[in-house]
């Protein structure tokens, strides 16, 4: 589960922005005769459906239902007293209670049913296999194609706005790792010091993680190699990374 505040500051990610990026994507699914695309999200796989609608769940799993015109539909593994918060932090058309996600995903495209039949999935192999069975098991289950190359083709070149909040995010970092104390010699004053900084400064999220990747050298000032982790559970060339959320669109 997530800590901290999810909102949407729409001056930041206009609304605009998203339905230009939805556009994109269903220019493409036109382009490749899709009649509807599945991209599902969690608190663990927010990205794609938050790069399209700015929804980053706190909690469960949802799955985002785009066809070649109109607004996006949520079907949501949530209890209707969220859906408020939902869309109060996301663009969206459409938000279904679906405690079942797959099964709600079938009974969704019968009432629905896309055109042209074929069906894309973003990273179709990654589905989680509890959503992904009762489709694959139903009458839409061979046109089931995976949707990830193309949904990757629309990410690039990036817009303005994705380059500007990826450029803050990095700023927070930086200023983050700039505020560790030379003198550190445990990995809770460490970790402690990089989450003050960062969420001060705007941080929705604040994941800690090591590299091992001997290219990485330590930035001046940093706490002593033995004393972030004990030298005995490092890893050579070991150095710490923290990976931000500063908006759902990044």
């Not at 058309?93 to 079942?100: F, L, M, N, Q, V």
């Not at 460490?190 to 400064?201: G, H, I, N, Q």
């Amino acid at each position: 589960m997530r800590r901290g505040l999810i909102s949407w500051s729409r001056d930041e990610v206009p609304p605009s922005v998203l339905e230009a990026r939805v556009a994109r994507l269903q220019e493409q699914m036109r382009a490749a005769e899709l009649g509807v695309v599945l991209i599902y999200t969690s608190f663990a796989r927010p990205s794609a459906v938050a790069w399209l609608t700015h929804f980053v769940p706190y909690w469960n799993e949802a799955l985002l239902v785009v066809f070649p015109t109109g607004a996006p539909v949520l079907l949501a593994a949530f209890s209707k007293r969220v859906h408020g918060w939902i869309r109060s932090v996301s663009h969206l058309g459409e938000i279904r209670s679906a405690p079942d996600l797959g099964r709600a995903t079938v009974a969704f495209l019968k009432e629905r049913p896309p055109e042209p039949s074929r069906i894309g999935v973003l990273e179709l192999d990654a589905l989680p296999w509890h959503v992904a069975e009762p489709i694959v098991k139903s009458e839409y289950g061979r046109a089931l194609v995976d949707a990830t190359g193309l949904f990757a083709s629309i990410r690039q070149p990036a817009d303005e706005v994705e380059i500007r909040l990826a450029r803050r995010a990095a700023t927070i970092a930086v200023q983050a790792f700039k505020a560790i104390p030379t003198g550190a010699k445990r990995a809770s004053e460490l970790l402690s010091v990089l989450e003050r900084s960062a969420r001060l400064d705007g941080a929705e999220e604040v994941l800690p993680r090591r590299s091992s990747c001997r290219s990485l050298t330590r930035p001046p000032g940093y706490a002593s190699p033995g004393a972030f982790p004990p030298k005995r559970f490092r890893r050579p060339g070991a150095a710490p990374r923290i990976a931000l959320s500063k908006s759902p669109s990044v």
